[in-house]
């Protein structure tokens, strides 16, 4: 059977209005990648990394994308407008110029990774520079959409959040059950609100099991682990560089409903994750490796048992959205002269 994606195979089990008329790239039905060596060195029974950087955009933002924009196209809407970290412009800038909207995005000046602001220039959103930070964006996002017929399509946005339980679905549908752990970067926290929410519908008609949640924040950036809102969030993962989460609740909710937990990892924790995954195969931007992060601080602290635990890891967003960091953050490419002797010199052959 061809696929068409998220709102084909599973629209049916998405709280979407009769209005909604599909708009898509194909987004979801992305592969859960079994990693062996990072399974025997964490001492798992299964470690698996949900590859959300293969979406049609480079993140998961993909899947709700798809359902917002679907939405607000068939009730008439003209523009969608967003606040974004970077993922979300990419994103609503392509499925807006699939369904021939107008996009404009609010991003916060000089924080968002490279690929991300291309991409959401390449798919003509219009792009403006907040003097201020993503919240700040978001403020007004929200603000303007009150009073104007602007579409919002951030993760408020109650669609997003359908289309994101997809992700849930797909994991389950692979593992023919749930998870035991389930770890996953929390910025915005639309998307551990929206995996929490699959998982429970599925388990519901399903009969699967639930998995726990162990939500990962930055530690420059981690309202939901100190308890109040962040007044200037810092971190190298700026997807989740987010100091009020508009589901911060929901995400707590989440975590302690599931029996996990959510906690935070420092930066250079993070990175030291983008490197082990990137080792076995699979690069995926700074934020997306806080799951990991994460989940290896937490065995490393005896605060975790792996032992006979199948985990899947969301890694939310592909490396190449942010390569500056690798220029940052990993050492330059040694340089020898075009000779021979100097390459046979330096490999030592
Ligand atoms: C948006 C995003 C996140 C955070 O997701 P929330 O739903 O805001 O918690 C994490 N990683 C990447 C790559 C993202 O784009």
Request: a negative charge; glycine letters at 12%.
């Amino acid at each position: 059977m061809t696929y068409k994606g998220i709102l084909d195979r599973y629209g049916h089990l998405l709280d979407l209005p009769e209005h909604t008329k599909k708009i898509t790239l194909l987004e979801g039905n992305t592969p859960l990648i079994p990693m062996p060596r990072l399974t025997r060195d964490l001492g798992a029974e299964a470690i698996y990394i949900k590859y959300e950087g293969l979406n049609p955009t480079g993140s998961f933002k993909d899947r709700g994308m798809t359902a917002a924009v679907s939405e607000a196209i068939g009730r008439g809407a003209e523009t969608v407008i967003c606040a974004s970290t970077g993922n979300t412009a990419a994103s609503a800038a392509a499925y807006a110029g699939r369904a021939g909207l107008r996009a404009v995005v609010l991003i916060p000046e000089g924080k968002v990774a490279a690929g991300k602001l291309a991409g959401a220039i390449a798919y003509g959103a219009q792009v403006i520079q907040i003097e201020g930070s993503f919240d700040d964006a978001l403020t007004m996002v929200v603000e303007i959409t009150k009073t104007t017929p602007l579409a919002l399509v951030n993760s408020i946005n109650p669609y997003r959040i359908e289309g994101q339980k997809s992700g849930a679905f797909e994991i389950c549908d692979t593992l023919g059950d749930a998870p035991d752990w389930h770890c996953l970067p929390v910025g915005n926290a639309g998307n551990i609100t929206a995996y929490w929410a699959g998982y429970k519908q599925y388990a519901k008609i399903k009969g699967i099991n639930l998995p726990k949640i162990l939500g990962v924040q930055a530690a420059g950036s981690a309202p939901l682990v100190v308890g109040h809102p962040v007044e200037n969030p810092e971190t190298v993962a700026t997807a989740i560089r987010i100091g009020k989460p508009a589901r911060g609740e929901q995400a707590l909710m989440a975590a302690e409903e599931s029996g996990g937990r959510i906690i935070a990892q420092s930066d250079e924790s993070i990175l030291e994750a983008q490197r082990i995954l990137a080792s076995e195969g699979v690069w995926v931007e700074p934020a997306s490796a806080a799951g990991l992060a994460g989940l290896k601080a937490e065995i490393e602290a005896g605060k975790f048992d792996p032992k006979g635990q199948k985990i899947a890891i969301v890694c939310t967003g592909h490396g190449m959205k942010d390569p500056g960091i690798i220029a940052d953050s990993m050492p330059t490419p040694e340089l020898i002269p075009a000779e021979m002797g100097a390459l046979r010199e330096l490999l030592g052959v």
